[in-house]
């Protein structure tokens, strides 16, 4: 059966998350639908990693296996013409090999938060950005985001009904970038790192508002994390301002294209 990776690109704010629900809407559940349009029988498929409800997604990417020697160009042509009218798209399919992976042959996870600083409403960009009426320092928040780079018992930043084996992981990039964007001012944060526990970005996130805030400094953070204790946490952030951009491979089976 060949094996086909699948790069995707989603808004979550319909989905109750990636995984496939019994009795809610998912992507995983919309994809497997659409391929079974083109090859009838149960399909499953699996992904780098599964996002929460509400979570968007600009390079998710899952794997298929398919009775049929596909061209890859066409086959992603036909699930975006069954996925309609989701807000899911297939934004390019490759043939991989038959041990290809991928949740295990990813090296890391990218994900991007938007936040945006304004008081008005937001119109264009709202389910599409955790919007707060109060201005940040993003230098403060960028020196919080120091103490947390490396490798370290993320305990303090872990849902408490995360199901990862350790909560020990090694944090590779914590970037907060102020921008200009099309709705106003903006806080984007750049993480990175092989794997994460679950609301972990999100729980950065809430925690470092705080701190551009003035409301904790970035020694709280610090203190936070060594007390490896939940209750030490900041407020988890809301959902809709979080992207899984990219997933990195050895060989991007993408490339290319």
């Known amino acids: 059966m060949p094996r086909y990776a699948l790069k995707v690109e989603y808004q979550g704010a319909p989905f109750a998350g990636w995984q496939r629900q019994k009795d809610q809407p998912s992507v995983q559940g919309a994809i497997e639908a659409a391929l079974a349009r083109l090859e009838p029988g149960p ?14 997604a600009l390079g998710q990417v899952a794997h298929c296996d398919l009775q049929k020697d596909w061209d890859p160009f066409r086959l992603s042509g036909a ?7 989701a807000p899911v798209a297939i934004v390019a399919a490759a043939r991989v090999a038959d041990d290809w992976h991928a949740r295990f042959s990813a090296r890391e996870r990218q994900y991007l938060f938007r936040l945006l600083m304004r008081r008005a409403p937001a119109t264009h960009d709202k389910g599409q950005v955790w919007q707060i009426a109060h201005r940040l320092d993003a230098g403060a928040m960028q020196a919080g985001a120091d103490m947390l780079l ?75 994390l060594e007390a490896r204790n939940r209750a030490a946490c900041g407020p988890v952030c809301p959902p809709q301002g979080l992207y899984l951009a990219r997933v990195g491979y050895p060989d991007d089976p993408f490339a290319g294209l």
Do not use: M, Y
């Open 150 to 224: 490396g490798n370290h018992d993320f305990t303090t930043f872990r849902s408490s009904i995360c199901q990862a084996a350790s909560p020990v992981k090694t944090l590779d990039e914590l970037r907060v970038e102020q921008v200009e964007g099309f709705s106003g001012p903006e806080i984007r944060f750049h993480v990175r790192a092989r794997s994460f526990l679950h609301n972990q970005v999100r729980s950065f996130v809430g925690t470092l508002e705080r701190v551009g805030a003035g409301a904790w400094s970035p020694e709280d953070v610090r203190r936070a």
């Open 79 to 85: 699930l975006n013409h069954h996925l309609k009218p």
């Open 43 to 56: 399909h499953t498929i699996a992904a780098a990693g599964r996002t929460d409800a509400g979570v968007h």
